[in-house]
């Protein structure tokens, strides 16, 4: 997890920085260069514009260098700035969803339960909500499809079909293992829209992961 | 029995209990649901699973090295501009 601070090396980095060292910079390029390239790609998904975005991003960053008060970490200023520069550029590839705040939280609002209903008893029966059967267990055995690289494919293929949210969200959570302050920092959303759009992301790979290891495999 | 939560809720509030962001009386009752219920243990076993297999998925570890060039590029512009 990030330090929620700038951290001491960083400040001695950001002071090298602002006078100018290039070795500063080519450290903090080479700790945070790579995880900003891959947010840029996360929202724009063309490599050439994720290329734009991230050296945007560092012009942006040198620009703002006397701004930054080590108030957050550096880091998340970083990936802010990524993320201002990554939205702009999907506006101006006319998506028809931009990365807008408002246009997330309005992803969020929309009903989507994490299952079927189909899969609980209705309101008739005898234990209404309640399962109609039980998942059935994942193997644990150590040679299972769990561990394999194709699993890993199905996980990456199911992210890149979800909608815009939800990818961008389950991508900065669970692949890069942001935590939630930062991802809503981030992405200008409240806790409670960006819980949502994790939520039905996780719970439509739950599901892709089920229909693989109990259809393919049992 | 009202106060229960039922599968179909355990599956809805799942994300905010591991999140830890649920309110206490709703932990109390999310995990009395699961002491008892073998279908939403199975349930929330394979979405911590999910979120570990998740995490797993292969990322790109550096900048690509023509890019990373342009940016040290960029910086040395900027340092001559200021």
Not at chain 2, 4 to 20: A, I, K
Not at chain 2, 64 to 72: D, N
């Amino acid at each position: 997890m990030p330090p929620p601070e700038s951290s001491s090396s960083e400040t001695a980095l950001l002071a090298a920085l602002r006078g100018g060292d290039e070795n500063a910079f080519t450290a903090l390029v080479d700790a945070h260069g790579a995880a900003m390239h891959r947010v840029a790609l996360t929202f724009v998904r063309s490599s050439a514009v994720a290329d734009e975005v991230v050296q945007e991003a560092w012009i942006g960053a040198l620009r703002g260098l006397d701004r930054f008060e080590g108030r957050s970490a550096l880091r998340t200023w970083l990936l802010r700035i990524v993320a201002n520069i990554a939205r702009t550029h999907a506006l101006r590839e006319a998506r028809t969803v931009p990365f807008s705040s408002l246009a997330l939280a309005r992803e969020a609002a929309e009903h989507e339960p994490a299952l079927p209903t189909d899969r609980f008893q209705g309101p008739d029966e005898r234990y209404p909500r309640r399962w109609v059967s039980f998942p059935t267990p994942w193997s644990t055995e150590p040679d299972n499809a769990l561990l394999s690289a194709e699993t890993r494919e199905l996980i990456a293929d199911t992210i890149a079909r979800l909608p815009d949210g939800q990818r961008i969200v389950i991508t900065l959570r669970d692949v890069e293992g942001w935590d939630s302050a930062e991802v809503c920092s981030v992405l200008e959303l409240s806790e409670t829209n960006q819980r949502v759009l994790l939520h039905r992301a996780r719970s439509k790979v739950r599901v892709a992961l089920e229909h693989y290891l109990t259809t393919e495999f049992s | 029995m009202n106060n229960e939560f039922s599968c179909q809720e355990m599956t809805e509030v799942v994300t905010d209990y591991l999140d830890t962001a649920l309110p206490a009386d709703d932990v109390q009752r999310f995990e009395r649901h699961l002491s008892y219920c073998a279908g939403c243990s199975t349930y929330v076993e394979q979405m911590r699973e999910t979120i570990t297999q998740t995490g797993m998925v292969p990322r790109e570890e550096t900048l690509p090295h023509a890019l990373r060039e342009r940016i040290v590029a960029q910086f040395r512009t900027w340092k001559r501009g200021n």
